[in-house]
């Protein structure tokens, strides 16, 4: 998947809807602590975890199985909002936990002494760069 398509994916909005309905003070008054802090730490969790990953090297298709999950997790909980039956909060949870077991899957970049950011950032600006002044040629 290409960095444009990576950044305009739809699963940046379920994290935020997510994010915005975990801080609500309905969802903090309702929900038992316990869960409350599963959920938020299992969304900070995801969301760090996106921050690392190679937007070349994932797939489309994990992309929207996370976010399908993410939304899932959402809808579990606004229903319990609205109903108060526990067993939303129970599929709440399993969708969490799916979308942990998933996001584990994404591509990130290893601390190995060996690599080399510095040096791999470099090489991507000098690849720019040529690649810049080659459309200046052809231009």
Known sequence: ????NFEKHVLFD?????????QEEKTESKIELEKLSFFRSALSYIEDRIKLTFP?????????????ELNAALSQINSYIGNNNAGHLTNA??????????????PIPLSKS?????????????????KYNALEKEK
Do not use: P
């Open 1 to 4: 998947m290409n960095s444009e």
């Open 93 to 106: 949870t399993n969708n969490f936990n799916s979308a942990l077991n998933k996001i584990r899957n994404f």
């Open 114 to 130: 060996s690599f080399n950011f510095s040096r791999k950032i470099a090489n991507f600006e000098k690849t720019v760069k040529n």
């Open 14 to 22: 379920r994290i935020s809807q997510l994010g915005e309905t975990l």
């Open 56 to 68: 070349d090297l994932v797939q489309k298709n994990e992309m929207d199985e996370l976010s399908a």
